[in-house]
């Protein structure tokens, strides 16, 4: 059984980091791309950034661009968000997700099959 978990979130004044981890376990880490999305009150969930099986590519929303970072450590079986600069609208629940098979990735929901439980972050200003 696939399980994601996530872990890092906080609050913190604007302008602050945080590290967000996913760890995954239940199959084989490094042959799926990952991604984070973020669910704000009332709003939609929305993507944030996707890497590939092995790191080689990486994509991020327009708002993040710069700000956030996504990574990968396939012998920890871990993904990971590093945001920097973080705005007061960065605030919202984070989540990792995981295509159900090889090699997909992309910035829809509806390509992820595997969701973790989320991790709240809230941006103070």
């Known amino acids: 059984q696939v399980q994601l978990v996530e872990s890092g979130g906080g609050v913190v004044q604007a302008g602050g980091s945080l590290r967000l981890s996913c760890a995954a376990s239940?199959?084989?880490?490094?042959?799926?791309?990952m991604g984070w999305f973020r669910q704000a009150p009332g709003n939609e969930r929305d993507f944030v950034a996707a890497?590939?099986?092995?790191?080689?590519?990486?994509d991020y929303a327009d708002s993040v661009k710069g700000r956030f970072t996504i990574s990968r450590d396939n012998a920890k079986n871990t993904v990971y968000l590093q945001m920097n600069s973080l705005k007061p609208e960065d605030t919202a629940v984070y989540y990792c997700?995981?295509?159900?098979?090889?090699?997909?990735?992309?910035?829809?929901?509806?390509?992820?099959?595997?969701w973790g439980q989320g991790t709240q972050v809230t941006v103070s200003s």
């Open positions: 997700a995981s295509p159900p098979r090889p090699f997909f990735w992309g910035r829809l929901s509806s390509t992820y099959y595997y």
């Open positions: 239940g199959r084989t880490f490094s042959l799926h791309a």
């Open positions: 890497i590939t099986y092995n790191g080689g590519n990486t």
